[in-house]
């Protein structure tokens, strides 16, 4: 069955380092998605992606992060210079279309800023 | 805005026994989705089961059932026959339906112990 896959499954960097996650979404899907979960609260909404840009973005999604589809199959999360405060899990999804469809999700990707 | 409230941070079932799940929304939108997602200690999310505002029979995947109120707003979750497999943390989400980002909003999640 297919599923989105992210790696890696944890990451610990230095504050202030940029950081980069990765994810495969599911092959025929067309929208893509990060969501942030910090640890014991609900999961918040960062950004979706679809046809190669951003189409909505959250508060959370500031300069700091990008999004990025460098190639047919990746599609990717850069947090520039990363802060105490971005410790999380973060989730890469997918869904074959915006409207009307469920999201995959990945397994995640647990963020430790240290 | 639309917002999604699970009132239940915390849950307990008996091995077999039958257990619900309240979530309830605000939106003023008539074209929406709802959604259950579990979140076992593994931290993936899996999609439980879904829910067409349109439609009016409430949706069920084996032994998980909904019960939709759109007029109240809400959507609880029935988990049937519980099993240790089913402890994990819930969440509900709404998508809204002319979206054309597919944003999910999530409840605050509830988490289900089972005890054999």
């Known amino acids: 069955e297919p599923e989105v896959t992210q790696t890696p499954s944890h990451q610990v960097t230095q504050m202030g380092q940029e950081v980069i996650l990765r994810c495969v979404p599911i092959?025929?899907?067309?929208?893509f998605y990060w969501y942030r979960q910090i640890l014991g609260q609900k999961v918040e909404f960062l950004v979706s992606?679809?046809?190669?840009?951003?189409?909505?973005k959250s508060e959370i999604f500031d300069d700091q992060f990008s999004v990025e589809r460098p190639d047919g199959s990746n599609f990717t999360l850069k947090i520039r210079s990363t802060k105490l405060e971005d410790s999380a899990m973060y989730f890469c999804?997918?869904?074959?279309?915006?409207?009307?469809?469920?999201?995959?999700f990945g397994q995640g990707t647990r963020l430790t800023v240290v | 805005a639309q917002t999604v409230t699970q009132s239940q941070p915390e849950m307990s079932v008996q091995e077999a026994e039958t257990v619900t799940l309240s979530c309830t929304y605000d939106?003023?939108?008539?074209?929406?989705?709802l959604f259950w997602y579990k979140q076992p200690p593994s931290r993936q999310m899996i999609l439980v089961i879904r829910?067409?505002?349109?439609?009016?029979q409430n949706a069920t995947e084996n032994r998980f059932s909904v019960n939709f109120q759109k007029a109240a707003k809400s959507f609880s979750l029935k988990i049937s026959d519980s099993q240790l497999g089913d402890a994990a943390m819930y969440f509900c989400?709404?998508?809204?339906?002319?979206?054309?980002?597919?944003?999910?909003?999530f409840g605050q999640g509830t988490t289900l112990q089972v005890k054999p």
């Open positions: 989400a709404y998508l809204h339906g002319s979206s054309n980002t597919g944003k999910l909003i």
């Open positions: 992606f679809y046809n190669n840009e951003i189409s909505e």
């Open positions: 829910q067409e505002a349109y439609k009016q």
């Open positions: 999804a997918s869904s074959v279309w915006g409207k009307r469809t469920e999201a995959f």
């Open positions: 092959s025929n899907h067309l929208y």
């Open positions: 939106t003023s939108e008539s074209d929406y989705y």
